[in-house]
């Protein structure tokens, strides 16, 4: 089936840095965008970065542009998010979906389970 | 700040109808999809585009949009659709994306 799995996620210590990544499978990965979306404890969800297809585009949240770059590997169908210099307010569940858009008609599908990223001294 | 609002929470009775709005400036141009998620779930599009439903999500769920309000529609409201629910949907710039802040159903 069509799946998207996380991985990556742990504690980290403020200022430091971790890596993400998300393998997909059951679809032909390198002809979707990928996104990242991460919901803080309790709060809601927030777009991070997305990708393109064949990965000569990428765009950022405010909030990471600068410090988190998205990349992709479709021999291993998998996306990465590099996040660097990391604050206590990165910490969440950190989600990858893959976009399907026909137009002006867009959708997350599927969603992986995530995984959690705790910065924390 | 989200450039997609939500009202926080909404509560419906049970088997009647109920709707829930998201507004923002680039759902002049895009449309919005929807997300269902469940304590300890991951999310799930529950409608997509002008009233799309991914197979899976019961014919109760539908969408509608005019101008900038974009807004999901659960007739016949079931206890089982009790969630946090959260639009999407390109910003303005059309490069980035945003959510809503969510809107909690309560099915009383």
Request: neutral net charge; hydrophobic residues 30%; contains cysteine.
């Given at each position: 089936q069509?799946?998207?799995?996380?991985?990556?996620?742990?504690?980290?210590q403020?200022?430091?840095?971790?890596?993400?990544?998300?393998?997909?499978s059951?679809?032909?990965?390198s002809?979707?965008p990928?996104?990242?979306?991460?919901?803080?404890?309790?709060?809601?969800?927030?777009?991070v970065?997305?990708?393109?297809?064949?990965g000569?585009?990428?765009?950022y949240a405010?909030s990471?542009?600068g410090?988190?770059?998205?990349?992709?590997?479709?021999?291993k169908n998998?996306?990465?998010?590099?996040?660097?210099?990391?604050?206590?307010?990165d910490?969440?569940?950190?989600?990858?979906v893959r976009?399907?858009?026909?137009?002006?008609?867009?959708r997350?599908?599927?969603?992986?389970?995530?995984?959690?990223?705790?910065?924390?001294? | 700040?989200?450039?997609?609002?939500?009202d926080?929470?909404?509560?419906?009775?049970?088997?009647?109808?109920v709707?829930?709005?998201?507004?923002?400036?680039?759902?002049?141009?895009?449309?919005?999809?929807?997300?269902?998620?469940k304590?300890?779930?991951a999310?799930?599009v529950?409608?997509?585009g002008?009233?799309n439903?991914?197979?899976?999500?019961?014919?109760?769920?539908?969408?509608?949009?005019?101008g900038?309000?974009?807004?999901?529609?659960i007739?016949?409201?079931?206890a089982?659709d009790?969630?946090?629910?959260?639009?999407?949907?390109?910003?303005?710039?059309?490069?980035?994306?945003a959510?809503g802040?969510?809107?909690?159903?309560?099915?009383?």
């Amino acid at each position: 089936q069509v799946q998207l799995v996380e991985s990556g996620g742990g504690v980290v210590q403020p200022g430091r840095s971790l890596g993400l990544s998300c393998v997909g499978s059951g679809f032909t990965f390198s002809a979707y965008p990928i996104h990242w979306v991460r919901q803080a404890p309790g709060k809601g969800l927030e777009w991070v970065a997305v990708i393109s297809y064949d990965g000569s585009s990428q765009d950022y949240a405010h909030s990471a542009k600068g410090r988190f770059t998205i990349s992709r590997d479709d021999s291993k169908n998998t996306v990465f998010l590099q996040m660097n210099s990391l604050a206590a307010e990165d910490t969440a569940v950190y989600y990858c979906v893959r976009e399907i858009t026909v137009t002006v008609t867009s959708r997350f599908d599927p969603w992986g389970q995530g995984t959690l990223v705790s910065v924390s001294s | 700040s989200s450039e997609l609002t939500q009202d926080p929470t909404v509560s419906v009775a049970l088997g009647q109808t109920v709707s829930i709005t998201c507004q923002g400036d680039s759902l002049r141009k895009y449309y919005a999809s929807w997300y269902q998620q469940k304590p300890g779930q991951a999310p799930v599009v529950v409608v997509y585009g002008k009233n799309n439903r991914p197979s899976g999500t019961p014919d109760r769920f539908s969408g509608s949009s005019s101008g900038n309000t974009a807004s999901l529609i659960i007739t016949g409201a079931q206890a089982e659709d009790e969630a946090d629910y959260y639009c999407n949907s390109r910003d303005s710039s059309g490069h980035h994306w945003a959510f809503g802040g969510g809107t909690k159903l309560t099915v009383l």
